[in-house]
Structure formats: structure tokens, C-alpha cells
């Protein structure tokens, strides 16, 4: 279901002058592509744009142009501050203190949002950027190609390139229409889903070494140690992307991989799969992390032998893995 | 530009009875994916449908129920034979000595088609795919879940998840469509690009321990010795993704993965990449491979240490790589 921006929401884009743009915390392809396309849309129409953004921005993302003018002028009051994809005030990332305004337009593409804006246009949608193309061909703003670029990288970063349980039809509507403006994104998916640093790449190989698998190839686990770490550039350099290489296995349900931060420090990240959709924010939670049911993560302070032990015992006591 | 199938052809599958479904050796996605959509297609209005397919097909691709009737049944003749997805007659899979049939129809993708059938339905696009849902679409026939699944698994697999530069405003249409009929391709996506079994995964794993890099980080070199191959299952388990790793890392223009077959037999895959986009087909044809620019292959006999001396030679000289 497609919903068009109402009158008035329209209209405090319209007829405000000076605008902040805010996201959350730890920007994704999706945050720093709806902030730039709606930052240089606005930009377009003659508006004042500021953005204040968590940074750094990862390597894939720091092609774009717009870049240069995050977080290099902030006023002590704006018209509009607009927050986008992002569904609670906590998980915003904002000036300390919060910068003067006269309102707040939430634009978010989440179903948990907590619409906390003066206005909120929030519709479930694979990316916040979705909402943006929209947005901007309702305002009739011409998109650029850095702004088309950057819806393509909202969208196609938040779907998995297309893949996840969130792409519509809508969706890729929307793409055939980037589509007549751009001949090809080959290059720039490239860079967005598969080039890694050398270190990244052998940190990823790493991962993949230390596989093992345990109840007869349901539980996937990997393990990385502080030296390996260190060796190909520390924490920085673990992709996202590790963490599922377990649930990528066959036949794997859960996905675990340990990230060895200090002695007796670790960071825990959990991948649950189908058919059983084990919900691991559980034990998540009880250590203070938190995440969703089929992707959570926690830090852990202990010997690596009892954290073994506890995920295996609640992945089996809770879910009878085993017979 | 989407060009609409002719009368003549529409004629030639409404009129004749029986047909025989053919496509290109080592079927890949697109191949097992028109064959299955437009195969089922002709039974649901009345026809008689053989297929007559290489086999072992892919894991990922072996999903389908109407694989059952691969290669079950084969007439002496048949009123029509499609050859699909197959720029070549060579490179068809076919029966020796071949059937009798009346006439032959070619439906393919590729640019480089010769046009060897009786008619040929040859148009640029993303994948044999699209050709089949537009012409499916055009004879009014319905597409059932598999169907659906099978046109999807086609571009999916021709386009890497819609990566690729053969993508188009089109593509995206007719995946817009298909999710008119479907809500989630998620399980199949992953299934088509992810999901490996653990010696594959390992085998992966190894491949990349393996890397090394020359000539500033220009070159990225995989060697997977027979021992290690054996370990994980054989050569059956290298899965395609590996011979694109190196060039999946920052700075590297040309990825050489090689495969030690037997003792002094080697298995070359050669990836090039932009901005350079040398020319690897060179070097394949010059030893009896093939492939195109960007990706070839080729078999050597002889000693790995001169075969290594050829490669970096061959890109040093020819362009220059080095100062």
C-alpha cells in the first residue's frame, strides 16, 4: 500500500527555510542515502540544508560528494530538524544539546515506530529511501545522479540486493524508474555488497577456518581470537557479513560467532534461520544486548568455556534441539 | 527495447503438438529456470513436452519438482524443437544423433547468438527469462507458484541478484510483476546465491588463506592444491563465487584462481576488472580455453612455476601493469 505524503507535510517542506537532517545512531546505506537524497533535494528547491551525522561512515558509503558538508556548520535553530530512519528518539544520533527547532517531521520506514516527530510519515517500506524517491517525485524535484545513486544504495543495501523478506513490488517499481535515469548501478553494487580490503577478506577467510559445527550440524560456530583480530586490523575490519556465513551453511539453524575483544571479553553475535526461527534475542537480553529474533548480539565478560556452555545448554534446553 | 514475439512464432506454438525442450550444456539457472517456466507453460495449455537436459543440475537448482521429468521421455520426433538460452549449436545439449523434428525455435538473451534456428526469438535482456515471462504473458498463459519461481531463479542467477550491468528498467518491471504473484522470494534468493554446504563453505574458506597478492596489489593469486580440493569434497565443490574473490578486493584489477586437477594439470579462471578491464580471453584462447574479457579460463599442463611466469608475464607485457 502506497501512501502519499499528506497536504501538510508537504507543505512544512515547502514553505519551511532551514532544515537540520538527523539519523540514527551507527549510519547504514540507508540512513546516509536518504540523507542525501532528501539533503539534496531540498538543497535543490533553494533551501538551507545541515546534516548531523554519527561518524565515521563505513568505506562502501564514502564515495558520495555530499559527504563533504556533514557535520561541517550547524546553526542554534532551524525551521524543520527532519530525523530520518529511525524509529525511537534514543536510537537518534543528535547534538548534545538538542539544537533549537520549530518542528520535527519523522520520516521512517520501520513498523515499530514510535512516530515521536510534530509530524511523522512512517510506512513500512524495504528502506527509508523508498519513501524519499516518493517523496521527491511528489514535490517534483528532479533527482541528480548522486541523489539517484543514493536512493539506489538505501534500497539496495537494506534488501540484501534485493533479496531480503522486505523487497515488494513496489520496490522494484521503483528501481525500473531509477533505471530510465541510469543505464547501469553494476559498478556501484559492486562496491556496496562484494569489495573488501585485503584484511577484511582474510579476516572473513579466518572466520570461515575457525568454523565448527555442533548437534549434528545444526549449530554453526566461529571464533575469533584477539591475535587474529589484531592481525588483519582489529575489530573494524570484521564485516557484517561474518556473522551469517554460519546460517549460510546447509542444514545450519543457528549461527554463533565469538569476537574475542580483551582477555575474558567477548562479543557474541546470534543468526537464527528457518525452518525453527529460534528466537536468540532472548538470550541476548539476559546479557544486556539486544536484537530481534533471528539476529541479536551481547558482550559477554567470563572464561570462553562457560559462555560455551551457556548458549549451547539454552539453545537446547529451550528448543529441544537435541533428542 | 522490448520487441513483442512475432505472429509467425506465436503460430508455431499454438499450432504444432509435441515439443522438445532443450538448452545449453552445464545448465545453469537461467537455462533450468526458462526451460521449467516455459515448459510447464505449453502443458498447461494442452502440449505434449519432453526435455532433454545435461545432468548433473546444480543443488541450489534442484528444488523443482519438474525436474522429474528431465530426460524420463524422449520421442523419435517431435513437431517442434526450442532451443533455449544457447547462442551456439556447438554449445547445445542435445541428443546424438539428434531427433527428427519439423522445424526449430531459438529463444536467447545473448547478443552474440547465431541465429541457427528454423526462428529465432533473439533479444538482448538480462536473462532467457524475461523472454520467456513476456512471451508467456503474450499467449495468455498463467503462471502457477513454480512457474513464478523458476522465472525468478532465471534473472536472479543471470543477473547475481540484480547486480550485474545487464539489468535494466525492464528487468525490474518484470520482477515488480512477480511480486504481484508472490510475496517473499527470500528463501529461494538465498538459497540461489548463499547457501553452500560446509565443504563447499570450507573449500571457500581455503581459497581465500590461499590469496596472495603481486604487483602492487594489481594481481590476486588463489592456488587450491589437489589435496585440499580432495579434502573438501572435489572439484565439484568450487563453487563459482571463488574465482571472483580477488577481484572482490579494493585495488585488484585481475583475480587468477588456480585448480591443481592433477599432478602438472591445472584449472586457470581469470577475472578482470574495471578501471582496466584487461583483456583475459587472450591468454585462455592462447591455450585453448574461451571466455570473454572480463572472465575466461583454460586448462594447463606442465609446471605450476612456469605457469605462474606466463600469467604475470602475459598481463605485465600486454599492458603495462608495472614500471
Redesign the interface.
Known amino acids: 500500500m502506497i501512501t502519499n505524503i499528506s497536504q501538510e507535510i508537504k507543505d512544512y517542506l515547502e514553505q519551511n527555510q532551514t532544515f537540520l537532517i538527523l539519523t540514527h545512531k551507527k549510519p547504514d546505506g540507508d540512513a546516509i542515502g536518504s540523507t542525501i537524497a532528501l539533503g539534496k533535494g531540498l538543497k535543490s528547491i533553494g533551501k538551507t540544508v545541515d546534516y548531523y551525522i554519527d561518524m565515521p561512515i563505513e568505506k562502501k558509503l564514502d564515495a558520495f560528494h555530499e559527504i563533504v558538508y556533514f557535520d561541517t556548520h550547524i546553526l542554534k535553530e532551524y525551521d524543520a530538524v527532519i530525523m530520518l530512519d529511525c524509529s525511537t528518539y534514543a536510537y537518534a544520533f543528535k547534538p548534545e544539546p538538542m539544537v533549537r527547532f520549530e518542528k520535527m517531521l519523522v520520516i521512517d520506514h520501520h513498523q515499530s515506530n514510535e512516530n515521536f516527530g510534530d509530524y511523522n510519515h512512517v510506512e513500512v517500506a524495504s528502506a527509508t529511501g523508498e519513501l524519499i524517491f516518493r517523496l521527491l517525485k511528489q514535490m517534483s524535484i528532479i533527482l541528480d545522479d548522486e541523489m539517484i545513486d543514493a536512493i539506489y544504495t538505501s534500497i539496495s543495501t537494506d534488501t540484501g540486493?534485493?533479496?531480503?523478506?522486505n523487497?515488494?513490488?513496489?520496490?522494484?517499481?521503483i528501481?525500473?524508474?531509477l533505471?530510465?535515469c541510469k543505464?547501469?548501478?553494476?559498478?556501484l553494487?559492486?562496491k556496496l555488497?562484494?569489495?573488501?580490503?585485503?584484511d577484511q577478506?582474510?579476516m572473513?577467510?579466518?572466520?570461515?577456518?575457525s568454523?565448527s559445527?555442533f548437534e549434528n550440524?545444526r549449530i554453526a560456530w566461529i571464533y575469533l581470537d584477539q591475535q587474529t583480530i589484531n592481525q588483519y586490523g582489529g575489530m573494524i575490519n570484521i564485516t557484517d557479513d561474518i556473522a551469517?556465513?554460519g546460517v549460510?551453511?546447509?542444514?545450519v539453524i543457528i549461527g554463533v560467532t565469538i569476537k574475542q575483544a580483551e582477555d575474558n571479553l567477548y562479543r557474541v553475535s546470534l543468526r537464527s534461520r528457518?525452518p525453527y526461527d529460534i528466537d536468540v534475542s532472548h538470550i541476548a537480553k539476559e546479557h544486556g544486548g539486544g536484537g530481534h529474533q533471528r539476529a541479536a548480539g551481547f558482550s559477554y565478560s567470563g572464561l570462553l568455556s562457560d559462555l560455551k556452555i551457556e548458549i549451547i545448554k539454552f539453545l537446547k534446553e529451550e528448543y529441544e534441539l537435541c533428542d
Chains 1, 2 share one sequence.
Open positions: 540486493s534485493f533479496q531480503f523478506s523487497v515488494t513490488s513496489q520496490t522494484h517499481e528501481l525500473s524508474q533505471y530510465y543505464n547501469s548501478f553494476a559498478p553494487s559492486k555488497h562484494h569489495e573488501k580490503s585485503f577478506m582474510k572473513f577467510g579466518e572466520a570461515i577456518s568454523i559445527l550440524g551469517n556465513i549460510n551453511i546447509t542444514g528457518s
